[in-house]
């Protein structure tokens, strides 16, 4: 399957099993995630990642209330940081 084919088939998934994500394979990912280019290489993004079931039940309003927020093993935030831009 070619790249283009692989990206058409895309889909969301909102139902989560409850099986811990192996570290190693977060980190890999994440690793993965940040090589993607940004203008300037300015990483103008943060990612929080929160295991614990009592913060992602604070974090759900600021995901819009979803769900999926408190089923998710994992729940990974990012926040934008548009000031990076001033401090070069």
Known sequence: MNPTELLL?????RKYSSK????NLLNR????????ST????????VVVTQDQER???LKKCHF???MVSEA???????????RFNMV
Not at 20 to 23: A, G, L, Y
């Open 9 to 13: 088939q895309h889909r969301s998934i």
């Open 65 to 67: 209330n979803q769900a």
């Open 73 to 83: 093993p994992v729940v990974l935030t990012f926040c934008a940081d548009v000031n």
């Open 29 to 36: 990912l994440l690793n993965a995630g940040i090589r993607a």
């Open 56 to 58: 992602k039940e604070q």
């Open 20 to 23: 811990p994500i192996d570290s």
């Open 39 to 46: 203008t300037g290489n300015m990483q103008v993004y943060s």
